[in-house]
Nanobody
Framework: QVQLVESGGGLVQPGGSLRLSCAAS????????MGWYRQAPGKQRELVAT???????NYADTVKGRFTISRDNAKNTVYLQMNSLKAEDTAEYYC???????????????WGQGTQVTVSS
């Protein structure tokens, strides 16, 4: 069984920083795209950033220059370094990945359970 487990959320003051981590575990053969999404109360889930297995990245305009996505392929882990946090960054952050299991023939999309980020003074 493949699963994604996030960590690193919490309460931070405006202007502060947080680093989220998401580790994929289980019988994994390979991982393609990994990414972070977020959902604020009353709003739809939105893309934050994605990273391909070769390292190419993509960011939402609202986080460009403040957030950095990275991954450690040896550890099946993706990170999100969040700097200069704003109140509007407050949301539940979800990890997402396209994973081919050791016994599968195709990539399937998986979600983590989410980790709360609250930016408030």
């Amino acid at each position: 069984q493949v699963q994604l487990v996030e960590s690193g959320g919490g309460l931070v003051q405006p202007g502060g920083s947080l680093r989220l981590s998401c580790a994929a575990s289980g019988s994994i053969f390979s991982i393609d795209t990994m990414g972070w999404y977020r959902q604020a109360p009353g709003k739809q889930r939105e893309l934050v950033a994605t990273i391909l297995s070769v390292g190419r990245t993509n960011y939402a305009d609202t986080v460009k220059g403040r957030f950095t996505i990275s991954r450690d392929n040896a550890k099946n882990t993706v990170y999100l370094q969040m700097n200069s946090l704003k109140a509007e960054d407050t949301a539940e952050y979800y990890c997402n990945a396209d994973i081919k299991s050791a016994w599968g023939r195709a990539y399937y999309n998986y979600w983590g359970q989410g980790t709360q980020v609250t930016v408030s003074s």
